[in-house]
């Protein structure tokens, strides 16, 4: 079924509820004095709301293969420059036992899409491998059906994320060349599907970098407010990752600078007062350091891209795929994996990045649910 979205988003930026009409004329060119006005009022609010906590997660990536080809994407089908690999169950419990070592107690789990790799109840197995050990999963996976994401509920995950990657017909149209990634509108109604499915917390979010980026802000925020009201049960967070080069050639098509950042991130906070706002390791450390206190609520450390990347899982496993189909190969290029889907700009340990939250007197969760939660009720 279409997303009761597409009419909404079609009609942007022309026709915007009262709501997107603040949040637009937030996003107008702001003086330097008005935008640090932004910046103490997002901080407010956000202490106000949230306290003065971070929640700290990872992700895990169970595999790199897939189907689609995404012209920003390491991972990209037709990408013959990297290897490839799928962990196996134990070792993604390998992989998560090194992260709950590190602190970590909620881990996204990871994966291109492939059915041939990442189907027949593979990541079900992989959620409840460590849902004794990890109180927190989350799912960063290709789309499904609601009964499909029922399942991964009732294995023990309780998070989706999603990323529209652009609200732009076209572009999307011109980065999705191959793949179930092509179908636009089936990707923008994930989050009403995971909805159904049981998710008590969805993130959502857009890649930055492939198109005018106050449009698309707009477009995000309007698929918020839309999903406020149709899935009001759960949670959301929005995430703004800043296209980085990736393995393959790729370079962002437009230009998202570092105020342009701060201004959405305050936006956002300044009209949606209860969102989460993740921020990745995508971003410098001087400049995450800079962002946690003025609306962030959510920050990935430590990082790695690539399946095995925090233990060297896999290493025996590496392959190419060509046109989605396997080959082996007599060379195995570690570094080619090890390049990730993404570069990582902040490389600092978790212990680092909890430090340096502490001496700005923020305090970093490493775990705020239990499924003993929901038993009790």
């Keep these: 079924m279409p997303s009761a979205f597409l009419p909404i988003l079609d009609a942007l930026p022309e026709r915007k509820s009262p709501l997107m009409e603040r949040f637009w004329s937030l996003l107008e060119v702001k003086a330097p004095a008005q935008l640090e006005a932004m910046a103490r009022e997002a901080r407010a609010i956000t202490r106000r709301n949230f306290g003065n906590t971070m929640r700290m997660f990872a992700p895990l990536y169970v595999s790199n ?69 990890v109180p927190t999963i989350g799912i960063e996976v290709g789309p499904m059906e609601a009964p499909e994401y029922e399942r991964m509920v009732q294995a023990g995950c309780e998070g989706l994320v999603v990323y529209q990657e652009t609200y732009d017909r076209k572009i999307y149209a011109d980065m999705h060349t191959a793949g179930p990634k092509k179908d636009f509108d089936w990707r923008i109604a994930c989050p009403e599907r995971g909805y159904e499915g049981g998710f008590r917390r969805m993130g959502i979010g857009a890649l930055f970098g492939l198109s005018d980026w106050r449009l698309e802000a707009l477009r995000l925020a309007a698929h918020l407010e839309h999903l406020y009201k149709q899935c009001w049960r759960s949670t959301f967070t929005v995430a703004f990752p800043r296209l980085r080069p990736a393995a393959g050639g790729f370079h962002p098509l437009t230009g998202f600078p570092d105020w342009a950042l701060v201004q959405t991130i305050c936006a956002f906070r300044l009209i949606f007062p209860e ?55 007599t060379e195995k290029n570690e570094k080619a994996r090890a390049e990730g889907q993404f570069g990582i700009a902040d490389e600092r340990s978790p212990a680092a990045v909890a430090a340096m939250l502490s001496s700005q007197g923020l305090d970093a969760v490493w775990k705020d649910w239990d499924a003993a939660i929901l038993a009790a009720a």
Aim: with cysteine.
């Design 65 to 133: 293969e897939c189907v689609n080809n995404c012209s920003y994407c390491g991972f990209s089908r037709d990408n013959a420059s990297i290897m490839r690999v799928t962990l196996t169950i134990d070792q993604v419990v390998k992989e998560a036992r090194h992260l709950v070592g590190q602190g970590f107690r909620n881990i996204l789990l990871v994966a291109g899409e492939h059915p041939k790799f990442v189907s027949d109840g593979y990541l079900e197995e992989c959620i409840r491998a460590i849902r004794e050990f």
């Design 275 to 329: 969102v989460g706002i993740v921020l990745s390791t995508r971003e410098s450390a001087p400049l995450r350091d800079a962002l946690a206190p003025l609306g962030i609520t959510s920050m990935s450390a430590g990082s790695h891209t690539e399946p095995g990347g925090y233990t060297g899982a896999g290493s025996e496993d590496l392959h190419q795929t060509v046109k989605g189909r396997r080959v082996e190969v």
